[in-house]
Nanobody
């Protein structure tokens, strides 16, 4: 098993930036495909970004492409989500997720095995 703990959420004005971190403990971090998802009130959890085991491949939702950057440090057992040019519609609880498998289906909630508790991001206009 792996335990995931997010940090770095908060409140910012539109156009601002935040950097989320997800610290992993337990089994070898580098065996997992990692992802970020978010859930706004009254909406389903949606894919934001994912990264392959080595970090060589990254994937983004169209809504965040060009504004968000996912990365990972396997030596530090941590993944990151740098969020720039934030918009009010980015307001949500952001979740870190890990998948013990391939990058196939990287945007599918049901294919991830482990989840963090979430961190709130609020963007005001």
């Amino acid at each position: 098993q792996v335990q995931l703990v997010e940090s770095g959420g908060g409140s910012v004005q539109a156009g601002g930036s935040l950097r989320l971190s997800c610290a992993a403990s337990g089994r070898t971090f580098s065996r997992y495909v990692m992802g970020w998802f978010r859930q706004a009130p009254g909406k389903e959890r949606e894919f934001v970004a994912a990264i392959s085991r080595s970090g060589g491949s990254t994937f983004y939702a169209d809504s965040v492409k060009g504004r968000f950057t996912i990365s990972r440090d396997n030596a530090a057992n941590t993944q990151y989500l740098q969020m720039n040019s934030l918009k009010p519609e980015d307001t949500a609880v952001y979740y870190c997720a890990a998948r013990d498998g391939s990058v196939y289906g990287f945007n599918r909630v049901e294919l991830y095995d482990y989840w963090g508790q979430g961190t709130q991001v609020t963007v005001s206009s």
